[in-house]
């Protein structure tokens, strides 16, 4: 049984109270996937012509994307999940506007959106977003950005939001970068539609391409270069309006995957799960775990390939999990870092230095709170060795304001012994706003 009691404190913190369940059962509608959400709102303003979307993501991060678009001058209905509908704008048809964007929690709004507003000539842009995202790292696209010939300013010498910019003429560049992030790729993409020649940008691995495989659809010159991990995009392509199915979120079906493992008497099917294969390393992991999982009705959807997961119970084992895959999974490390807790043996995660600078440091957040339940954790600066087997207590506990440790610590707490109280669990709803009447419902089937 769950149980969630919402308490007035000096702080206003949620507190979320969970019992171990007696098994998960059931079939789940996974929410949209959250990074297909934004860039179909992001190109559906740029491009022209209506675009509509179907299956979007009602989380709190597209919504913040689609409120800042709608300060620049985009006609974005009310979302929902059925059909939204948006009137395009052009490349170059971005308003001035006349407030400071704000892009919430959403670092992925806020470092897409600022390849875009690079290039619009003549124009100038506010943007900022709260207070945790203010503390993460912009330098990593406001630099490229700059050799570009963009002008930028804000704290930091410009690495910290709140970030002004100058729109103006941009100039294709071949960026060699450091990290394999799918933002830092996706931002210099989208500025090198507005840039004159062709921009490259080449990974140390292989980051998610659902960028790629968006611009393409809409009309955009796309070239790629699997050898050597290298996209180009030529500047000046027109962007065409398209309809966009958005599939369901392998990141959030994650939560299930887990779960459903680790918690005996288990049996879930996950329905139109998106399987692209730069996202898919956690079936890869959990499989090599010993997880029982099976996909069924696999297809493909404006370019997206999907299908559902069936997942049952099953005994774990450690394994270890590094380099190229960390790209492919890296949303999806703190919930795997609770299957290794109840995983036989060790699991160590290694070249994961990137989750550090998340909505949290979600390598200290993980190892902080799984140690409170009782679990072996030695932290890395770039990774966790975690010893499993040993049986989890339920205790305080807290989500660091991040939703995806909140939904890896309630996904701990049903397989813990003994009940588990989770201080800051409405943060869940950023990426997933029906987690827990899902995890209700679920865990009802079997009392």
Not at 333 to 345: K, Q, R, S, T
Request: net charge negative; aromatic share 2%; with cysteine.
């Amino acid at each position: 049984m769950v149980t969630a009691a919402v308490l007035t404190t000096a702080s206003s913190a949620d507190l979320l109270t969970l019992s171990p369940a007696r098994g998960l059962r059931g079939q789940v509608n996974i929410p949209g996937d959250k990074s297909i959400s934004h860039r179909a709102l992001m190109l559906g303003s740029i491009a022209e012509g209506e675009t509509v979307i179907r299956g979007l993501l009602l989380g709190e991060d597209p919504r913040s994307t689609a409120a800042c678009f709608r300060a620049l001058g985009v006609e974005i209905p009310e979302l929902n999940s059925e059909c939204v509908r948006i009137r395009g704008v052009g490349l170059d048809g971005l308003q001035e506007p006349a407030e400071v964007l704000d892009a919430g929690n959403s670092g992925t709004t806020l470092r897409l959106m600022l390849g875009i507003l690079a290039g619009q000539r003549g124009r100038f842009f506010a943007v900022t977003g709260d207070r945790s995202l203010r503390s993460r790292p912009m330098g990593r696209v406001v630099e490229p950005l700059r050799q570009m010939g963009a002008s930028i300013w804000g704290r930091a010498g410009g690495t910290l939001a709140p970030l002004a910019v100058q729109g103006g003429s941009l100039k294709g560049i071949h960026y060699h970068s450091p990290v394999a992030s799918a933002q830092v790729k996706s931002c210099l993409l989208l500025a090198g539609l507005l840039a004159e020649g062709t921009t490259q940008v080449t990974e140390p691995a292989l980051s998610r391409d659902h960028s790629e495989r968006m611009l393409r659809a809409f009309g955009a010159e796309i070239h790629v270069d699997t050898a050597a991990k290298t996209v180009a995009v030529v500047g000046g392509s027109r962007l065409v309006g398209q309809t966009v199915q958005v599939p369901g979120d392998i990141s959030s079906a994650a939560f299930w995957l887990v779960a459903a493992s680790i918690v005996p008497e288990s049996e879930l099917l996950l329905r139109d799960v998106g399987l692209n294969p730069t996202r898919t390393g956690v079936l890869q992991v959990l499989q090599e775990m010993g997880a029982d999982i099976s996909i069924e009705n696999r297809r493909e959807v404006a370019g997206e390939p999907l299908g559902d997961l069936r997942v049952r119970s099953a005994r774990l084992r450690g394994c270890s999990i590094g380099g190229d895959l960390i790209p492919t999974l890296i949303d999806e490390i703190p919930v795997l870092a609770v299957a290794a807790a109840f995983a036989e043996g060790i699991t160590v995660i290694r070249d994961a230095a990137e989750l550090r600078v998340k909505e949290s440091d979600r390598l200290a957040a993980m190892a902080q709170e799984l140690s409170r339940m009782g679990a072996q954790v030695t932290e890395y600066p770039d990774g966790l060795e975690i010893r499993g087997g040993i049986p989890l207590q339920g205790t305080e506990v807290d989500s660091h304001a991040d939703h995806r440790i909140a939904m890896s610590l309630m996904v701990a707490a049903l397989a813990a012994q003994g009940s588990t109280t989770l201080r800051g669990a409405d943060c869940a709803r950023i990426s997933y706003p029906d987690f827990l009447p899902t995890l209700q419902r679920l865990t009802a089937s079997t009392s």
